[in-house]
């Protein structure tokens, strides 16, 4: 009895040392995977550097494209956010359903979809707050974006997840989803990094608002109104030739 705490310390020791590597490789992975997300977004947004700089933003990097504090943010966020859940997730899943039977991968498939809404939310909130943005901001950038996120997510990940648990080992699924992570971060960093988003919101729905409004004027002239401006319109056409007809007898 005496020696099952020592060999319970020893094995949970050396289950942790086996974790080391795989959780090295899902760092790796999913860094370089938002980072070159990142960096072709700004690329394919590059069309906009020059309205940045009129609006005075600071860009210490040498491209003129290329925001390099952005690009710090996303990574960061990756390594200290993104990576310790993907990989609590993967790890958990994996121990919950093993195996590569059908029906073990569609669990595996459908746990990861309920859980996308978490991934999401704390990359947004992580990302942020390492812009400095308030909590308040950071709650209307979740309500705005991260269902629609959410929902194409959920057109595009399902195909990775199930050729990831069907013909990838454990410890190197990470290499693919940093191949597939790659294109679906140049979305999440275009959201994530999107500023004022609220406000446009704000403005587009003044805008409506205004040409509804210019819209009714003409609606609200019908009945009385409209009546009103067609008699006043005859009565200047009827004064207008009768001062005629008198100029004219006149002459």
């Known amino acids: ?37 990142d960096l072709m977004c700004q690329y394919l947004e590059r069309h906009k550097t020059t309205a940045q700089k009129d609006k005075g933003s600071d860009n210490a990097s040498g491209l003129e494209w290329w925001n390099s504090q952005r690009t710090l ?30 029906i073990q991968i569609a669990k595996k498939m459908l746990t990861n979809t309920l859980m996308g809404p978490v991934g999401i939310s704390l990359a947004f909130t992580s990302i942020g707050l390492l812009k400095g ?78 040409k509804h409004e210019q819209l009714s004027v003409p609606l609200q002239m019908s009945g009385t109104g409209a009546m009103t401006v067609a008699i006043q319109h005859a009565w200047n056409m009827l004064d207008k030739s009768g001062k005629d007809e008198n100029k004219y007898r006149k002459e």
């Open 1 to 37: 009895m005496r020696l099952w705490p020592a060999a319970s310390a020893k094995l949970t020791e050396k289950g942790w040392r086996t974790l080391i590597k795989p959780y090295i490789f899902t760092t790796l992975a999913i860094g370089t995977s938002v980072t070159a997300g």
């Open 73 to 102: 943010i996303m990574c960061t966020s990756a390594v200290l956010v993104s990576t310790p859940y993907s990989f609590t997730l993967a790890r958990t899943v994996e121990r919950l359903f093993p195996g590569k039977q059908g």
């Open 133 to 210: 943005q308030s909590f308040e901001e950071i709650k209307l950038k979740i309500v705005h974006h991260m269902p629609q996120t959410f929902l194409l997510g959920n057109c595009y990940w399902p195909f990775v997840s199930f050729i990831n648990f069907r013909y990838i080992p454990l410890n190197y699924r990470p290499f693919l989803g940093t191949f597939a992570g790659m294109f679906w971060n140049i979305y999440v960093s275009t959201i994530a990094n999107k500023d004022n988003d609220v406000e446009d919101d704000k403005k587009e729905e003044n805008t409506k608002i205004g």
